[in-house]
């Protein structure tokens, strides 16, 4: 039986300092089960403490998971594929828009801006999307990966990105179908997300590399202006040498009021009430001050 009131109750987690609560049980507020590793209260199961993750392997083909470097890595390389998508689209309309009129509209067929945007944005979408899934959360562009396994995570973005615009070929291919039979559905779902994911895969193993080669180059803190060079800014000694001249043994003080030479206390907590000796050195009183002249 417990005193109710044992201050030993109200120590907090494993013992660390006094009136803490305790950690609520089950029936407490919330309802919540004990935490891992956290002593609990009387009548609570103990819960064992979890076993660390154990790091990903960076040779690894699939890294499942999320962080700001695998984000910033899937950027780089699709917005790289995307830029390279608009520059060749750019350069080929300035091309076109010398013979025909980039505006004009020539029989059911679009103009030749809403053909470059379709071609670069819209029809490419799903596999930009894809490419960015698999690259943010399923095959990073991790710094801490060697290039060929970068590049095997590439293509399998890549794969990836294809299999997206076979999907969205399968919706639009069935629609397609009812008027142009079932060879337009082959069509939108085999050989238009092959002839465009193949191209695609490639450029995002050159814009992966660049991705990798950009989280991995070495990092300068913001606001700090190299200093190299500058008076006064000489780097210090990596190590001080020993010294070389040794302290010699501890000299005895002179005690107060001529009472000698007090040897210091090893404990340091009398101070020179104890051990004290007279030196010899010392010039003595007399021993009778009032009486006549010594004798010669």
Same mark, same amino acid.
């Not at 004990?34 to 590793?37: I, S």
């Not at 039979?181 to 465009?196: A, E, H, K, W, Y």
């Given at each position: 039986m417990t005193n109710p009131g044992d201050p030993q109750q109200d120590r907090g987690y494993y013992g660390a300092g006094w009136h803490q609560p305790a950690p609520p049980g089950p029936g407490g507020a919330g309802g919540s089960a004990?935490?891992? $590793?956290v002593q609990p209260a009387a009548g609570v199961p103990y819960a064992p403490p979890r076993p660390p993750r154990a790091p990903a392997d960076p040779r690894r083909a699939f890294a499942p998971g999320a962080s700001v470097n695998n984000t910033a890595g899937a950027l780089i390389a699709v917005v790289s594929l995307v830029l390279v998508e !608009?520059?060749?689209g750019i350069v080929g309309l300035i091309g076109t828009s010398l013979v025909?009129? /980039?505006f004009a509209h020539y029989g059911a067929g679009a103009s030749l801006v809403g053909s470059f945007i379709a071609s670069v944005f819209l029809a /490419? !979408?799903?596999f930009y999307a894809g490419a960015f899934l698999a690259l943010a959360f399923l095959t990073p562009?991790? *710094?801490r990966s060697p290039l060929p396994t970068v590049l095997l *995570?590439?293509?399998l973005a890549g794969a990836a990105g294809t299999i997206a615009l076979a999907l969205v070929g399968v919706f639009t291919g069935a629609f397609g179908a009812i008027t142009s $039979? $079932?060879?337009? +559905?082959?069509?939108?779902?085999?050989?238009? /997300? +092959?002839?465009?994911g193949v191209p695609f895969t490639v450029m995002l193993l050159a814009s992966a590399t660049a991705a990798w080669l950009w989280l991995g180059r070495p990092r300068r803190n913001r606001g700090t202006a190299p200093t190299s060079g500058l008076p006064g800014t000489v780097r /210090?000694?990596?190590a001080v040498p020993p010294a070389t001249v040794q302290p010699g043994p501890q000299q005895p003080q002179q005690g107060p009021y001529g009472q000698g030479l007090v040897q210091p206390d090893p404990h340091g907590q009398y101070g020179g009430q104890y051990g004290a000796q007279h030196c010899p050195d010392q010039q003595q009183p007399p021993a009778a001050p009032w009486g006549g002249p010594a004798p010669r």
């Open positions: 004990p935490r891992h $590793g !608009f520059v060749s025909v009129s /980039p /490419p !979408f799903p562009i991790a *710094r *995570r590439a293509v $039979g $079932g060879s337009r +559905l082959v069509i939108d779902v085999v050989t238009n /997300p +092959l002839r465009n /210090p000694a990596d």
